[in-house]
């Protein structure tokens, strides 16, 4: 039994340390570490593969950034000190949503990667006003995200990107916080961290690793089904949108609003949005759209949202979407207002 729980425990830090190295090693060489499938063009596809298509080249693309995510979530839950997590993040302290927010943008990683991260941290005791902080900065604003968007499009673009994207962060996570579904889940979540609590102090280091193990799993099977539903209903959006059409309505006030909204429909991974973003500014895009599609698009795509719900109910979930894609649109306008064209 000893030998036994030693493997499970050595396991579980070898898929937490292989994931974040799936996720390190593309970035560092600029190769992926294993193939990526390449689907061409979607709308080619029989409408009846094009969901599975699409699943596969996600899925080739991803893995290590879920495997990781999934590992991290479940690591959180078995060694994070619930007390301290509760004074840390708080719903109750203004300091705990700029601490999240701050700490999120280290997390390179996509709005549906997030997720079991999001799950891990509010299942220890965090205030669901910091949680959703975290959740929404981490793909809006990650390092990387700005980065990219600095390089590819504009650093002015990039800095508003991240402001306005902390700032939203803070906004929605307090607002929902003050909602009566935002207590509740919050109440649910507390109820659950404080059952554990007792159990997790008296495991040693090696319980506590294989602990995460089922932690994880538990974070899979509740999330991830759900999670691959709604990539592939994006699929067909993504197959048969026309983007040429799209680029040339992307100016002026109608051009922030799209911008803002079309997000939710139209997933892209985190990076892939810059990409995109950039070949709609070639097309016509005004920069006040494309600020406004780059905050709308990571915090409130259909398939995070599916995901988000199973862990805080559609009420919690719809409130932050929306109020997430407002924010996205004034972000636009004040950019435009103030900015232009720059």
Partial sequence: MPRKSTALAALAWALLLFGLFAIVYPKATGQPLTPVYDYGNLSSYNPILIPFV????????????????????????????????????????????VLAALFAPVLTVCSCAMIPIFGGIIAIGAGIGPALSFLLMAPAANFLAILFTSE?????IAGARFGFAFLGAILIGYAVA???????????FGKISAAKAAVIVKMDFREKSMNSLKEAYALVRMVLPYLLIGVAAVSFIDAYMPRDIIGTYFTGA?????????????????????????????AGMSASAALAFLLGAPMS???????????????????????????????????MIFIGGL
């Fill in 152 to 156: 590819l499009i504009s650093p002015l």
């Fill in 254 to 282: 109608l051009g922030v609003v799209l911008g803002a909204a079309i997000g939710v429909p139209l997933y892209t991974p985190t990076l892939v949005e810059v990409f995109f973003v950039k070949a709609l500014i070639g």
């Fill in 301 to 335: 795509s259909i398939p995070s949202m599916i995901g988000v719900s199973r862990l805080i109910g559609w009420k919690t979930v719809g409130t932050y979407a929306v109020l997430a894609v407002l924010w996205a649109a004034a972000a636009g306008f004040l950019y």
């Fill in 54 to 97: 699409y699943v596969a080249g996600y899925l080739t693309r991803a893995w290590g950034a879920f495997l990781f995510a999934f590992m991290l979530g479940g690591f959180i839950e078995a060694f994070v000190p619930r007390e301290k997590m509760k004074d840390y993040l708080s719903s109750k302290s203004v300091k705990s949503y």
């Fill in 178 to 188: 003050k909602t009566p579904w935002g207590k509740a889940v919050e109440e649910k």
